[in-house]
């Protein structure tokens, strides 16, 4: 009996209380881990207040400016013909002399190629404008009122011989020939390319919704052909150019007066 009795005692005595400095080192630590698990959250808030926003970037309206008003037709078409015959009509000459008549023609090519490069190069950077806008009296402009960068020039005078290059490796590819060799697709395939070229540029100008007449190459630049006006200022070969607009001013003044005679009746 008396191992029961000190038993029922043992169980009747109170549990010891636990101290009170254990009893908030315990309370303290839980609250201690949520207030580091919260500290990132509370950085990365911050951080995401502090980064400055992004201004939206006004897009630039690349429109002609008002104090240029665009070249007519006939003052396009005067200038694209002059172009014309100065850059490719002598070379097609020599061409055609060639395949027909046969002998040494090589200082004729020289000369040849030696006019597209004056006239697509060396004038325009010399004086900003080329034969054909000489005498039709018109240059090019970008939106900013400045003449456009040299490669524009390049880049719209590429047409006619990109065609002639298509015709030729038309020629190379055996098309329409005899020979058992069959086509050459490579050459077809530059012929195409080479054709696409003018296509494209005539495409854009027929499908273009605005009344701007630009090519491609216009587009990109932004670049618009319009009137030019002369200031009296010019000297030397600037003057001399220059008076090739008399001339062709009374001729597109007919060519005007024909279209309005034509559009009455």
Known sequence: MGLLDKAEEYEKKPAKAMPAKAKAVAKAK???KAAVKAKPAAKAKSARASRPQRE???RIAKDLPDEFVLAGKNHRAAAWFVNFIWNWGLLMAALSLIIFAGGDLTWLLISALVMPLLNVLLIPMKFGRNFGQFLSRTKYVTYKG?????FHAILSNLNTPALFGGLGFLLMSGIGSNSNDGINTSMLVLSILCFLYPISEWAFKKFDVNDSNQTVWDKLF????VHHVPTGDEKGWAAKLESLGDFGAKRIAKMDEKDTTVDET
């Open 56 to 58: 939206k970037r006004e």
């Open 146 to 150: 400045s003449k456009p960068n040299f």
């Open 222 to 225: 932004s670049a618009y052909l």
């Open 30 to 32: 839980p609250a201690a």
